[in-house]
């Protein structure tokens, strides 16, 4: 499906070098805020207390924080669940103060404005649980990682696969960055947004490198050189990735605005993610087929492997 298409093909090649070269900068300025700032981690990975409590007429979110940041406990989350009616607080651990004691002073605290608020659950996370969840989180995505590079590895000859797999890596060493660097909060949601960033970039990254492949058999791209064989092939994609990630981007565009505190880490991941895959199956992984000396004799070698693998 196309809404347009591009007579010309765009020279993407031909800055190579440079969006090589903005890409190796932001990837170690997100290395370097991820060491010296760290992850915000939230809750369910530190360990706190989560408690859910309803109003009966609907709470003031802004002034509940606001009440709440008198306690001096740090970073609390207020957030509704579904209507302002019911709301979950999130509180983080405080030294010398037991959770019990903490959910009582919180409760005394909200029905100074609110007398008929009712407390309906209270979690204690324990610093074990959010041991195990760090632990399981990055079991989860070094799981997916190695799936995606066998995946790569079986589908493609393997300078398609390496920068495949670089590009991928470099999305999510981004989102982590940005994350680290303004102290959002990474929560179990954030992971489920990298996770899913993930399989959208590699299914991007395929959609390119299977057209470059075809272009390479192409009769009619046979005199063309590597640069012009792959900026066809980009040009080529473009109004699919105009409308794929046009809409998507829209719909979590408003899940950022619209959907509150509860969704904005998921959101947000998936917005730079979205972006920045984008760029680096265009921008990274295309440069670096040219810099692993893609050529036509590899693709033909390749090819008589995998029939004599066949055979």
């Not at 990837?27 to 981690?41: D, R, S, Y």
């Not at 917005?271 to 990274?284: A, D, E, K, P, R």
């Amino acid at each position: 499906m196309e809404l347009f298409r591009i007579k010309r093909d765009i020279p993407f090649m031909r800055y190579g070098k440079l969006t090589t070269f903005i890409s190796l900068f932001t990837f170690i300025a997100a290395v370097f805020f991820l060491v010296t700032k760290g992850l915000n981690f939230s809750v369910e990975f530190t360990g706190g207390t989560v408690m859910e409590v309803q109003y009966s007429q609907g709470a003031d979110l802004n002034k509940t924080r606001e009440r709440l940041d008198t306690l001096q406990l740090g970073d609390v989350q207020v957030q509704a669940l579904g209507t302002n009616r019911h709301v979950m607080i999130r509180l983080p651990n405080k030294d010398g103060l037991p959770s019990a004691q903490l959910s009582n002073n919180v409760m005394d605290l909200l029905k100074q404005d609110a007398p008929d608020v009712t407390l309906r659950q209270v979690e204690f996370i324990g610093p074990q649980v959010g041991e195990e969840l760090v632990t399981n989180g990055l079991l989860a995505l070094g799981m997916v990682i190695v799936g995606i590079i066998v995946y790569l590895s079986m589908r493609f000859e393997w300078r398609f696969a390496v920068s495949a797999i670089i590009a991928n890596m470099h999305d999510i060493v981004i989102i982590l960055g940005c994350f680290a660097f303004f102290q959002w909060e990474f929560s179990l949601t954030v992971l489920a947004g990298i996770l899913a960033v993930l399989g959208y970039s590699v299914n991007e990254s395929v959609v390119v490198f299977d057209r470059i492949r075809e272009n390479f058999r192409k009769p009619a791209m046979r005199n063309h050189s590597v640069p012009e064989v792959i900026d066809n092939a980009i040009t080529a994609t473009m109004s699919r990735t105009i409308i794929t990630h046009g809409s998507t981007e829209a719909m979590v565009v408003s899940m950022l605005v619209f959907g509150g505190a509860a969704l904005h880490g998921f959101s947000m991941a998936l917005t730079i993610g979205i972006v920045f895959g984008i760029y680096s199956s265009v921008l990274v992984a295309s440069p670096l087929l040219l810099m692993f000396g893609l050529n036509r004799d590899n693709l033909a070698k390749a090819n008589q492997k995998k029939e004599e693998v066949v055979v």
